[in-house]
């Protein structure tokens, strides 16, 4: 069984075993930690990685040129084995854990009780990682992505909130103060230290405050969920979602994604199935509505892109007019997508030099001018449209486009159901109906499809799997 604690470092006296490239990792964080290092190593100082003699060379650590013995590792309560030679780090481990000495062995994380976190640095916000040194490399890679999602806007939120921690205690009782704090960072007030703007933080804060009262006004995120891989959103959809009180979602949106709102998060499924309509969209707009003048922070995903037939603006217009605010927040579209992971430039400039979208499913009696989709150097790329695929490409062929187009379609794009299909405006419908891939699936007609060999690294990386 292991724990979390806290030690006073502050001037132990702690001997480092070993000068290589790991004593030189480990050596930021002992110094940090106020340790005073006692380096050995039997090689020169000069053969020794630049940061180790820049440390010895500035006096912050002290160098001892030979190797270690069990005599010097009997005079250290704390020991960093990090030699070349393992039987000697096993040697100086064993000895030292008989008698309660505190060991890190480089080599060995059996023979260590104690190892080093991964630790993300914001300033006065710190915090660490460990796996008990069974994966130092994956440890690393957790810890440059969080370092990434951690804003750097959060050393002034922690300077700000310090400063009204008073004003705040003089308010309000102590069971209301942790609400007040958790309402203000995820409100609109929390939205200004992303745009650098602390001044209008104390603004928003200092009039609560005044107020006595903690607001509980609703918004929405109306939040752009891309087509597929959950890696594929972006980081301010994943900070909205992850303060949502409420959790809209349809069929396009994977158990991945949903996974990353707040495991108390509402979820509402609100999705639209072929023929049949759960919600229609009178009452999912109603719903919305409803959720935010009830003081909910509401999170309406879209696959792709909101505003690129996903009727986006639709969804915001009663949040609109009564005055609520609202936020959207763009996905990669289904088509940026799709293209990029089936191995399709949507542009290139020995193929084609523009892009139309075009929705397949469309309200009854509307009908598309097909004549204006041929055009020279384009590429067309159908929304919604494998139920229509017939109608698709005999309108392309009657407009005048060359039946040797050639076509893919591409179903569930950028997960690891990924299914592709190729062939020309002539063939696509009867291989389809041999294929049979299902919805939801992109239709890119153009010269660029041929590219698609060469580039389907996606392709390339779910064989290998």
């Not at 059996?110 to 640095?121: H, R, Y």
């Not at 804003?151 to 308010?171: C, G, I, N, T, Y």
């Amino acid at each position: 069984m292991s724990a979390l604690i806290q030690v006073q470092t502050q001037n132990l006296p702690l001997l480092m075993v070993g000068a290589g490239r790991v004593a030189a990792r480990r050596l930021p964080y002992l110094l940090q930690a106020g340790f005073q290092i006692c380096l050995m190593d039997p090689r020169p100082l000069h053969d020794l990685p630049l940061e180790i003699q820049e440390r010895v060379a500035d006096g912050s650590v002290n160098f001892v040129q030979r190797a270690a013995n069990l005599a010097d590792a009997a005079v250290y309560s704390w020991l960093v084995l990090a030699s070349n030679d393992q039987r000697l780090n096993q040697e100086l481990a064993e000895a030292s854990l008989v008698r309660g000495a505190m060991v890190n062995n480089a080599s060995n994380a059996e023979l260590s009780n104690f190892s080093f976190p991964a630790v993300v640095d914001k300033g006065s916000f710190r915090f660490s990682l460990s796996a008990k040194g069974l994966s130092p490399g994956l440890l690393k890679a957790l810890k440059n992505r969080l370092t990434v999602l951690i804003p750097h806007s959060l050393e002034a939120v922690l300077r700000l909130v310090s400063e009204l921690r008073p004003e705040v205690k003089k308010h309000f009782p102590e069971h209301k103060r942790a609400l007040f704090w958790q309402l203000a960072m995820g409100s609109r007030v929390s939205e200004y230290f992303y745009l650098h703007r602390p001044d209008k933080v104390r603004e928003a804060l200092q009039t609560w405050l005044a107020d006595e009262q903690i607001p509980s006004e609703g918004e929405l995120y109306l939040i752009g969920a891309g087509p597929g891989d959950p890696e594929l959103l972006t980081l301010r959809a994943v900070r909205l979602l992850q303060q949502a009180d409420v959790v809209l979602y349809d069929r396009l949106i994977s158990d991945e994604i949903l996974r990353m709102s707040r495991p108390d998060a509402e979820r509402i499924y609100v999705g639209k199935r072929k023929d049949r309509h759960e919600v229609p969209q009178e009452d999912l707009n109603q719903l919305l509505l409803q959720l935010c003048l009830q003081g909910k922070r509401v999170a309406r995903l879209k696959g792709g892109d909101p505003y690129v037939f996903g009727r986006g603006a639709e969804e915001l217009q009663l949040v609109v007019q009564h005055g609520l605010p609202f936020q959207v927040v763009p996905g990669i579209t289904a088509a940026n997508g799709a293209a990029a992971y089936a191995g399709i430039p949507l542009t290139h400039r020995d193929h084609a030099w523009s892009v139309r979208f075009v929705t397949g499913h469309r309200k009854p009696g509307a009908s598309l001018n097909w004549a204006s989709l041929v055009e020279e150097g384009q590429t067309l790329v159908f929304y919604m449209g494998l139920q229509q695929l017939p109608e698709i490409t005999s309108g392309l062929i009657a407009a005048g486009l060359c039946p040797q187009t050639p076509v893919a379609l591409i179903s569930e794009a950028t997960t690891g159901r990924q299914q592709k299909l190729l062939g020309e405006l002539s063939t696509i419908v009867e291989l389809q109906q041999q294929s049979q891939l299902p919805s939801p699936s992109i239709i890119i007609v153009g010269s660029v499809v041929s590219l698609s060999h060469q580039f389907a690294w996606f392709d390339q990386l779910l064989a290998s799997l």
